[in-house]
């Protein structure tokens, strides 16, 4: 899979699942190309192309993964680009405090278990069918007998049930969750407080993490409809409810797509729902450290990184791009060293 379908699963709500449990607004998601390094601000690679997939930093240490998609490898690599943990898992998500969740593989299983700095597993390495990133003092965790999801706390407990078809991490600000009840085809999104009290009754088919005081909804289950919007902590719709797709918001802008006589282009709007950004670009990311990434219109369909002005400070030259992260950014092709 490109990177740039992967990376526009993660912002296209339509695909929920993947959506919250690779961590939307609070981690980024992976993706998956060949000779993936990391850039700076200015462009200069810091750590050469050396990677198949990879994640954005978190506290110092990148998911990074060398194998392929059936048999991969996945460890943690510093900012330095040197091995924090060794290539040993088949599955890892960003350390949050102070720990990450990994799948490991013990003979014929997997399951995802906590693991520390140093690679210790925590919680006596009780095991779980999914896990997520602790936020809020609280992670989602999918049971490894039924599957379904609940949450448990910094100590490795589980807080109440697990109830949820889907169950996503907590907003840092607003401290809601998203939770999907009902299954998988005919369920519904709501979102719970870090109580597990319901705040937002389920009746979204689709949702993402709030951040910034908004979360995006697709308001029905055509996945062809124009139909999506954002919804601020009280549920109630009040940007969009028409728009192609949308990201979420960071920093004060949110990535929108529309139609329009050229076809589908994407732009920034502001909290008031005014274009800051006009839609003009093929793709296009949330902005994070003050820079976004982009996809400009044309036949190579390259990447570059724009300001809140919509001027480029990178230009497009890459294959694929993420977002910077700690003061970096995963990048394909351009001038990225190998």
Same mark, same amino acid.
């Given at each position: 899979m /490109?990177?740039? /379908?992967?990376?526009q699963?993660?912002?296209?709500i339509?695909l929920f699942a993947? %959506?919250v449990?690779?961590?939307?607004a609070?981690a980024?998601c992976?993706f998956?190309?060949?000779a993936?390094?990391?850039?700076?601000r200015?462009g200069?690679?810091?750590? =050469?192309?050396?990677?198949?997939m990879?994640?954005p930093?978190h506290e &110092?240490?990148?998911?990074?993964m060398?194998g392929?998609?059936?048999?991969p490898?996945?460890?943690? $690599?510093?900012v330095? !680009?040197r $091995?924090?943990i060794?290539?040993?898992?088949?599955n890892?998500?960003p350390?949050?405090?102070g720990?990450a969740?990994? /799948?490991?593989?013990?003979?014929?299983q997997?399951?995802?278990?906590?693991?520390d700095?140093? #690679?210790n597993?925590l919680?006596d #390495?009780k095991? +779980?069918?999914d *896990?997520?990133? +602790?936020v809020?003092g609280?992670?989602?965790v999918?049971?490894y007998? $039924? &599957?379904?999801?609940?949450? @448990?706390n910094?100590?490795?407990? %589980?807080?109440g049930t697990?109830d949820?078809s889907v169950?996503?991490? +907590?907003?840092? $600000?607003?401290?809601?969750a998203l939770?999907?009840?009902?299954?998988e085809e005919l369920?519904?999104? #709501?979102?719970?407080?870090?109580d597990?009290?319901?705040v937002?009754?389920?009746k979204?088919?689709?949702? !993402?993490?709030f951040s910034?005081?908004f979360a995006?909804?697709?308001?029905s289950?055509?996945e062809?409809?124009?139909?999506?919007?954002? @919804?601020?902590?009280k549920?109630?719709l009040?940007?969009?409810?028409?728009?192609?797709?949308?990201? =979420?918001?960071?920093?004060?802008?949110?990535?929108? *797509?529309v139609?329009t006589?050229e076809g589908?282009?994407? !732009?920034?709007?502001d909290?008031?729902? *005014?274009?800051?950004?006009?839609?003009q670009?093929a793709?296009?990311m949330?902005?994070s450290?003050g820079?976004a990434g982009?996809?400009?219109?044309g036949? /190579?369909?390259?990447?570059? +990184? @724009?300001?809140?002005? #919509?001027?480029? @400070?990178?230009?497009?030259i890459?294959t694929d791009?993420?977002?910077?992260s700690?003061g970096?950014?995963?990048?394909?092709?351009?001038?990225?060293?190998?």
């Amino acid at each position: 899979m /490109k990177m740039s /379908k992967q990376k526009q699963a993660c912002r296209v709500i339509a695909l929920f699942a993947i %959506l919250v449990l690779l961590i939307l607004a609070c981690a980024g998601c992976s993706f998956g190309m060949n000779a993936i390094g990391f850039i700076d601000r200015e462009g200069n690679t810091v750590i =050469p192309g050396l990677f198949q997939m990879v994640q954005p930093f978190h506290e &110092g240490m990148a998911g990074v993964m060398l194998g392929n998609s059936s048999d991969p490898y996945w460890g943690f $690599t510093d900012v330095q !680009g040197r $091995t924090a943990i060794g290539l040993q898992f088949a599955n890892v998500r960003p350390f949050y405090d102070g720990c990450a969740p990994v /799948k490991v593989r013990d003979k014929k299983q997997m399951y995802w278990v906590y693991i520390d700095k140093e #690679g210790n597993q925590l919680f006596d #390495g009780k095991k +779980f069918a999914d *896990a997520s990133v +602790f936020v809020n003092g609280l992670a989602p965790v999918a049971d490894y007998d $039924t &599957g379904m999801y609940g949450y @448990i706390n910094r100590q490795g407990e %589980l807080v109440g049930t697990c109830d949820y078809s889907v169950a996503s991490v +907590f907003s840092e $600000t607003d401290r809601l969750a998203l939770v999907r009840v009902g299954g998988e085809e005919l369920g519904l999104c #709501g979102y719970i407080n870090t109580d597990l009290d319901v705040v937002i009754e389920p009746k979204y088919y689709y949702g !993402g993490t709030f951040s910034d005081g908004f979360a995006v909804v697709k308001l029905s289950s055509d996945e062809d409809a124009a139909d999506y919007g954002f @919804i601020d902590p009280k549920g109630d719709l009040v940007l969009g409810g028409d728009y192609v797709e949308c990201g =979420p918001f960071h920093e004060g802008l949110a990535p929108v *797509a529309v139609k329009t006589e050229e076809g589908t282009r994407w !732009g920034y709007i502001d909290d008031s729902g *005014a274009w800051v950004i006009e839609p003009q670009f093929a793709n296009a990311m949330s902005f994070s450290e003050g820079l976004a990434g982009v996809q400009a219109i044309g036949d /190579k369909g390259l990447y570059g +990184f @724009i300001d809140k002005t #919509g001027a480029y @400070i990178l230009e497009p030259i890459y294959t694929d791009a993420s977002d910077f992260s700690e003061g970096l950014a995963a990048v394909q092709g351009g001038n990225l060293k190998k």
